[in-house]
């Protein structure tokens, strides 16, 4: 018999019995106690190292053992198998270390496909309404602490505004719908941004880059405009600002989803859309979009690529300051405002692009 520690399931109080088991019955007897329950109707908990082992019964009532090596002695000799599967393999290193890495493998394939997957499910079921409340609030955050009205004229404006809506879609495929705003962005510097909502925003510098690069061709620099423009409203068709921001607020994303309460990511949308970095594939993917809207339009690829690279010399420029040893590099604070990460490695996948357009 086996001393163990025994709770009858409805008082807090603890009796020492002693347990046996003898032709497929649990028995467990001491002063006041006395019951006997066929093991079918007893639930015993698996072995995991050298925590205590509990024998529970359908009334609530259980036992606590503590001694392992008794326990497997009595259920040994009563013809039972002593160990599970469970805890013969907690007691092996080897399958222990592969039970680890299975869990490490599953949640990095979680994150590397479930969780962009999950983020695009949403956003395609999200209220139409809400990524117009982002936009708004974010435009208001950003008119509030970063941005001045524009001082482009609205001529000029009207002008790319024009310029993009006579652009064919490519194929059957429509464009998505979107509207462009102006604003002056010292703190950003040239650059453009499109919202959840199909808002895209144009810093007045950009305009001013592309004017400073083709001084005395206008029409070079308003196809380096629409270049961008072109890349931007890629984002806005994949929807990658919402799925971006969603694979960052996943957990809140799901509960929003599932209450109807939008109030809490619009809270946080502002901050969380300032400090998105598309990923590499999003990048390619509106890039993708771009060259094939451009090419579909007689405009050449590499009007976005020469941009490109005026913008990243523009950043480089302010990365190394007034230190002229200062080693040029990509400029954290660009990521910032949606900055495109590996620049050179997509500008020259634009050119190579531009090139498969002239041999064909």
């Not at 163990?4 to 020492?16: E, I, K, L, N």
Request: aromatic fraction near 8%; include cysteine; hydrophobic fraction near 45%.
């Amino acid at each position: 018999m086996l001393p163990v520690t025994y709770f009858d399931g409805q008082t807090s109080r603890r009796y020492a019995v002693m347990l046996e088991l003898t032709a497929g019955v649990w028995r467990v007897q001491a002063d006041g106690v006395d019951r006997s329950v066929p093991m079918a109707a007893a639930r015993l908990s698996e072995k995991i190292g050298n925590a205590p082992r509990q024998l529970h019964f359908e009334d609530g009532a259980y036992c606590i053992i503590l001694d392992h090596l008794a326990l497997d002695s009595m259920l040994h000799a009563a013809g039972v198998k002593p160990r599970s599967i469970v805890s013969g393999l907690e007691g092996k290193w080897r399958y222990a270390l592969a039970s680890v890495m299975l869990i490490v493998l599953f949640f990095g394939a979680v994150y590397q496909w479930g969780l962009p997957w999950a983020a695009r499910a949403i956003a395609e079921r999200l209220p139409a309404s809400l990524p117009a409340m982002m936009d708004t609030q974010t435009m208001a955050t950003l008119d509030q602490y970063l941005l001045e009205p524009s001082s482009v004229s609205l001529e000029r404006q009207q002008g790319i505004i024009s310029a993009l809506a006579v652009l064919e879609p490519v194929g059957n495929e429509e464009l998505p719908e979107y509207q462009v705003l102006f604003r002056s962005g010292e703190k950003i510097g040239p650059n453009a941004f499109a919202m959840p909502g199909g808002t895209i925003l144009v810093t007045d510098e950009l305009i001013q880059l592309a004017d400073a690069s083709h001084p005395n061709q206008p029409q070079l620099a308003m196809m380096q405009v629409l270049g961008v423009l072109a890349h931007e409203i890629g984002h806005v068709r994949h929807r990658h600002a919402m799925r971006q921001f969603l694979q960052g607020t996943i957990v809140g994303a799901v509960v929003t989803w599932y209450l109807g309460d939008v109030s809490s990511l619009l809270v946080a949308a502002p901050t969380a859309l300032l400090e998105t970095r598309y990923s590499r594939a999003f990048e390619f993917e509106a890039d993708a979009f771009a060259v094939a809207l451009m090419k579909a339009n007689d405009l050449s690829p590499t009007a976005f690529a020469d941009m490109l690279n005026a913008m990243e010399q523009h950043y480089r420029g302010q990365d190394a300051g007034h230190d002229e040893t200062a080693v040029p590099s990509d400029p954290q604070w660009l990521d910032y405002f949606s900055t495109h990460p590996n620049t050179q490695a997509r500008i020259r996948r634009l050119r190579d692009l531009s090139q498969d357009e002239v041999r064909q």
